[in-house]
């Protein structure tokens, strides 16, 4: 890493985009410039970095010359069509959409468990999918000693997983629920205030899984370098602004217990924990709203396995942060 990188932001006026910003500034990411590109409906725009307002460009085929990382998190569609320019132009590319992430030679990285897989890169290393980040990163103290078979998670995902249009659509329609006024849903498939519904992506119909489902089974598996563990999840929109939670399952290969989970999970890095019976107060999303950590509670022996190795627990974590942008700048510090 050198001060005398050039980066570039793809997807800058995104919800994403805001806040790999401010991690590039909050961390002191070490840079000569930082060059903010979005569609043409944003260009001269600016954005704040650095004390000073920085004006978004429009992304072309050109915008790469002279940029040493590139973080993208514009959609599949932008880093399927300006990734490999990028990394043409002499760019490495961290990308936060699920174009790459499950190609054999493109990194899938957590810092915090598989920073090694970032040797030997081609170019392009991909951010993991937001769900699977927040559910994974606080298993693998646990997987590193005690191997975890199975996996269940299910999911309570905020709405700035969809964007910052969808965040803007949960305050919109709150308010007009509250005035009594009708509102007609732009971004996501259902009505979202005082609701939810199961996650916003296609399902398979050989599976009847919907695509964060299997991208959670699919990456959990490729991040853990464990092609063999089991994963059912159920992923679901809930109506909350930007961090996700997640209820956990799990079942070891050997017995495991709530003290023996507490005590692997008390100094790992990237996790909190937060499991205090006695007031009743364990991870919550308002609580891990703007944290780096990944709050972890309700740590509990799952009683529905007699052999005693299985495990139930909650977290909650900051899909902007650690799900997204906090992530893919971890990975270019590695870099
Ligand atoms: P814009 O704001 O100009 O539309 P979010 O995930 O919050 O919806 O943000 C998506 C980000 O990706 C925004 O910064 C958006 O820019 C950007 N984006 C969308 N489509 C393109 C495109 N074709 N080229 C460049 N940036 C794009």
């Known amino acids: 890493m050198s001060s005398q990188n050039v980066v570039a932001i793809v ?3 995104g919800a994403v985009g805001v806040e790999l910003i401010r991690c590039l500034e909050e961390r002191n990411f070490p840079l000569a410039e930082l060059r903010l590109f979005a569609s043409a409906r944003s260009a001269g725009k600016t ?5 000073a307002p920085l004006t978004v460009r429009e992304l072309t085929e050109g915008s790469f010359r002279g940029v040493n990382i590139a973080l993208f998190s514009a959609g599949a569609s932008t880093s399927r069509q300006f990734a490999p320019l990028a990394v043409r132009a002499g760019a490495t590319v961290v990308d936060n959409s699920s174009a790459f992430r499950m190609q054999a030679e493109v990194p899938l990285v957590v810092p915090e468990i598989n920073p090694q897989a970032l040797r030997g890169h081609k170019g392009i290393i991909a951010n993991p999918n937001c769900g699977a980040i927040i559910s994974i990163t606080p298993l693998w103290p646990i997987h590193k000693v005690n191997r975890i078979a ?5 999911t309570y995902q905020s709405a700035s997983g969809a964007g910052a ?13 509250l005035d009594g006024r009708e509102y007609a849903n732009k971004v996501l498939p259902h009505p979202y205030a005082f609701n939810l519904f199961s996650h916003n992506t296609r399902i398979d119909p ?3 899984y919907n695509e964060e489902e299997t991208k959670i089974r699919e990456e959990a598996r490729k991040i853990f370098g464990d092609p063999d563990l089991r994963v059912a999840a159920t992923c679901i929109r809930v109506p909350v602004l930007r ?9 070891c290969e050997q017995p495991i217990t709530p003290a023996q989970v507490r005590a692997l999970l008390e100094d790992a890095p990237g996790v909190k924990l937060v499991d205090d019976p006695e007031r009743n107060h364990f991870p919550m999303p308002r609580d891990a709203s703007g944290q780096d950590a990944i709050l972890v509670g309700r740590i509990r022996q799952d009683l529905s396995d007699p052999s005693g190795r299985s495990i139930a627990l909650f977290v909650s974590g900051d899909q902007l942060l650690k799900g997204a942008a906090l992530n893919a700048v971890q990975i270019a510090e590695l870099l």
């Open 47 to 51: 954005l704040p970095f650095r004390g």
């Open 11 to 13: 997807g800058a006026t």
């Open 165 to 177: 249009a969808a965040m803007e659509e949960l305050r919109e329609s709150t308010r007009a629920y």
């Open 206 to 208: 050989a599976t009847g």
């Open 150 to 154: 199975r996996l269940i998670v299910s």
């Open 243 to 251: 961090a996700h939670s997640v209820s956990i399952t799990f079942e």
